[in-house]
Structures are given as structure tokens and as C-alpha cells.
């Protein structure tokens, strides 16, 4: 695979990446995600990213692109440079990323400082702010109603793998996340990233912050973006309050944080149940090759055991044992 994204990427006109003459000095793996596998590269002493989907998912690929042309004015993501559709010469579609140079955030951390928190708020209100002609609203993750169906759909999935045996247990969860839930929904529409995640923000050498991973770009509810922040960045107390001050100096939004809450149990709870589901197609190696060499079943039940912990201490909840799940398997 690598050799023939070389091959491809050396089919370029040099024109469209900027060269009058394409030789890669240099092509190390950067990364690896669920379907994206990252190739930086240099050209002349310039830095890029190749983009690699390994599981055939041209279309995602086409729409990442197409979203980062969409934001490209607001210079809080990476430029687009280049995309390759999946051809009989490359069988795999991949997008070409100017590299920004910097460190991501790590995952868990919880010491964010006060200027982190700000240069963040100032990222997302830019694009919450930004209107745009190329998407359309997102239905499937606007409303809480809509969410509900997706974890439905999710325990569909569980019950499958235990054959039932824990059809009530998830039942009984599920009516926990709908009474949470406000009779009324309101809500403001925006741009949203919809991965905000420590791993895909990186901190640049002056310290600007920037968003990479842009697949998941929708129309919808910006307090989705910021239920992101509080879970998978524990903003809270002070310094969420620093970042929502700063948020809306850009954006006026004074139902932000009430959605937010809502959205953030919505959100743990999906969490908790792809983890599951996640364990057992590791387990069952229902997954691409590459994917399953850098996790275990083991890390994923971890982590679905950390999301019902956090959803516990947020509203009440039926007892579930996690671990259980899992009896059949081993």
C-alpha cells in the first residue's frame, strides 16, 4: 500500500501542490485511526500529510476534503492540498494535508491552562460562526430524540452479540438517558467539528491551536462541540467559565451550556455503548488488520466501564456490570 500512494502521489502534476517537480525525500507512518492510516512526507524541505482510508470509504474521504475547503478561510484546520480517488493504479483514496507543525493534546490531561481554554473558545466560535452553502443540516445527531434512536440502534447490536441476556439492563438504561432529557427541545444550528478530542487539536510552536481530523464536519448544534470539550477535555468550574466567556465574545449564544449538559449525557452514553460494541468486534476481529494490531478488547471494556462511572455521577442510573458483557467470551 505505501508504495503505490508514493506512486500516485509522484503522478501529480507538480503544479497542484505547488512544485514544477515532485521527489519524495521522505514518507514515515505519522499516525493510525479506525480507517485513516497518516503519511508525512516532505517535497523540497516542505511538509505534508497523505491521508490514507484503508477501509474503501471513498466518499468519506471526498466529504473530509470538501470540508476543509469549506474552512479554509478561518485557519483553524489544515489546508486541503490534494485528492485522490481510489483508481485501479491506487486502490486507496487519500487526501494530502499541509503538515502543521506542533504537539496534540494528550488524552485525559486536566491541567488545560487559561490560554488554552481561550485559544480554543476562539477556534470553535469562529467556525460555529461560519455559514456554509456545502452541507446540509445534519439529521441523524441534532436532537436528543434523534440521539435516543441512535443508541437504540446501538443496543441493537449488544443484544445481538449476548444473544439478548441483557436486553432489560439496556432497556432500563435507555429509559434513565430519555428522562434526562428536556419535553421541549430548542436549538441553534452552526458549523460543528463533531471530534473535538484532545488528539485532534494540536498546539502549533506559537501557540495557536488548531483542529485536524474533519470528517465528522456537520450543520448542526454547536453545543455538541462544547459537550465535547467538558467530557473528552473535563473542562469544568473556572475554567469552563473562561472558555465560554471567551466563546462568546464571537458567538452570542446564551442556551449554550444547558444544551450542552444535555447533549454531553447523550454523548457518554453512546460512548459507553460503542465501547461495547467496539470489544466485541475486536474480539470477534471484525475489523481491518491494521486497526487490530494497535488495540486490545481489553482497553475498549476499560473504557466503557470509565463512561458509565462519569454518566453516574451526572443522573441516576440502574446498576450494569460492564465486565459481564463479556462473561461468554473469554
Not at 454547536?222 to 462568546?248: Q, T, W
Not at 444547558?258 to 465501547?275: G, K
Not at 478488547?297 to 453516574?312: F, G, V
Request: glycine letters at 4%; one cysteine or more; a positive charge.
Amino acid at each position: 500500500m505505501k508504495q503505490s500512494i508514493k506512486e500516485a502521489i509522484n503522478r501529480i502534476k507538480p503544479a497542484e501542490l505547488g512544485f514544477d517537480s515532485i521527489k519524495i525525500n521522505s514518507f514515515k507512518k505519522l499516525g493510525l485511526g479506525e480507517c485513516n492510516l497518516n503519511y508525512i512526507f516532505s517535497i523540497k524541505n516542505k511538509k505534508f500529510v497523505c491521508r490514507v482510508n484503508f477501509c474503501g470509504e471513498t466518499e468519506r474521504v471526498k466529504k473530509e476534503y470538501a470540508c476543509l475547503k469549506a474552512i479554509e478561510g478561518l485557519d483553524v484546520g489544515p489546508k486541503a492540498v490534494y485528492l485522490h480517488k481510489a483508481d485501479r493504479s491506487c486502490l486507496q483514496s487519500f487526501i494530502i494535508l499541509e503538515y502543521i507543525g506542533g504537539k496534540p493534546f494528550r488524552m485525559r490531561k486536566r491541567d488545560y491552562t487559561a490560554a488554552q481554554a481561550k485559544e480554543l473558545a476562539i477556534v470553535l466560535a469562529k467556525l460555529h460562526n461560519k455559514k456554509s452553502k456545502l452541507l446540509k443540516k445534519d439529521k441523524k445527531w441534532l436532537s436528543y430524540k434523534e440521539n435516543l434512536k441512535q443508541s437504540k440502534e446501538f443496543e441493537r447490536k449488544i443484544n445481538k452479540y449476548t444473544n439478548n441476556e441483557f436486553a432489560g439492563e439496556l432497556k432500563r438504561l435507555h429509559t434513565s438517558i430519555k428522562d434526562a432529557m428536556p419535553k421541549k427541545e430548542t436549538h441553534k444550528i452552526g458549523l460543528t467539528h463533531g471530534d473535538v478530542y484532545p488528539q485532534n487539536i494540536i498546539q502549533t510552536k506559537n501557540n495557536k491551536l488548531k483542529l485536524i481530523d474533519w470528517e465528522s464536519l456537520e450543520l448542526s448544534d454547536p453545543a455538541r462541540d462544547i459537550s465535547c470539550v467538558m467530557i473528552n477535555l473535563g473542562f469544568k468550574g473556572r475554567l469552563l467559565n473562561l472558555f465560554l466567556k471567551e466563546y462568546h465574545k464571537i458567538r452570542k449564544d446564551k442556551t449554550v451550556l444547558s444544551r450542552a449538559r444535555n447533549y454531553a449525557i447523550l454523548m457518554r452514553h453512546h460512548y459507553l455503548l460503542w465501547e461495547i460494541i467496539r470489544s466485541f468486534e475486536i474480539i470477534n476481529k471484525k475489523l481491518p488488520t491494521e486497526y487490530l494490531r494497535k488495540t486490545t478488547a481489553r482497553l475498549h471494556i476499560a473504557e466503557a466501564k470509565h463512561q458509565y462511572r462519569q454518566l453516574k455521577k451526572t443522573i441516576k442510573l440502574p446498576e450494569i456490570d460492564v465486565d459481564s458483557f463479556f462473561r461468554n467470551t473469554r
